[in-house]
């Protein structure tokens, strides 16, 4: 909640004055040695909407949402994903059913699509759904609103980090894209990948490639991935920028 420390999140989790002090200084430090100015806020770009992406997000958004000045969290995904009409009455069930996201959606202006949705007079979105915190994946655990981008260009030219959360089959495909709109940056973006799965290879020898080379080799960007053990061979400057962007990704997440 912007402008009360001590209120409740959308999660009815409590933030003292002392959470939020380390949460913005956390952001600070990472937003100095990226350079950020007042006015030009850390832009952090989750690509990628399943379960994992989306929470993802969503964890990044409660955590440091309130801070609009200084960071910006958005979400791409692929537009025209429909919901069916199945699970459209589902989700009708999930939201009334929930007392604090039906009053969201309501103060929000956003109840009625829902109504619609679920008597079929009304078609919903994946891409629609998901800005008022609905996974489609996942559509028992409401999340919080998030600002969703459906063309990729748009989501990504100015991103500061970019968390991958495609599934390994498309990442390459996703960052060949990608790659196209920097072409004229003069700063590379941090990039983090969440996903999981390898492609084999035989040529020149039986080897395996992971999502992060996948990265590397279609965007020219070196990448980290979420794991326990993290080891990049680079200079100590670029280490400790990636380390906290790594953390300030990390602090609210726990990664098996």
């Known amino acids: ?60 958004q409660d955590s440091y949402g309130r801070f609009r000045e200084k960071v910006q969290i958005r979400i791409w995904r692929r537009p025209g994903r429909a919901v069916d009409r199945v699970t459209a009455e589902h989700l009708f069930e999930v939201i009334n059913s929930r007392e604090d996201v039906l009053r969201r959606l309501i103060r929000r202006c956003a109840y009625l699509k829902y109504v619609e949705g ?20 996942m559509i028992d655990v409401p999340l919080c609103p998030l600002k969703v981008v459906t063309n990729l260009q748009e989501a990504v030219w100015d991103a500061d980090i970019v968390v991958n959360a495609v599934p390994s089959t498309e990442t390459r495909e996703v960052f060949e894209e990608i790659s196209q709109y920097w072409k004229e940056r003069i700063t590379t973006p941090i990039i983090i990948s969440l996903a999981k799965g390898i492609e084999a290879a035989l040529e020149p020898v039986p080897h395996i490639i992971t999502p992060t080379q996948m990265i590397n080799r279609a965007s020219k960007c070196s990448s980290i991935r979420v794991s326990k053990h993290t080891e990049e061979v680079e200079s100590e400057y670029l280490k400790r920028k990636k380390f906290l962007a790594f953390s300030f990704i990390n602090h609210n997440a726990t990664f098996c």
């Open 118 to 137: 679920r008597l079929g007079d009304r078609t919903l979105f994946a891409d629609e759904i998901l800005k008022d915190g609905f996974c489609l994946n």
């Open 1 to 60: 909640m912007v402008g009360s420390i001590k209120t409740m999140n959308h999660h009815g989790n409590g933030w003292s004055a002392q959470n939020c002090n380390g949460l913005e200084e956390k952001l600070d430090e990472l937003r100095s040695l990226l350079g950020k100015t007042d006015g030009d806020p850390l832009r952090i770009v989750g690509v990628g909407a399943g379960a994992w992406g989306s929470v993802f997000a969503a964890l990044l």
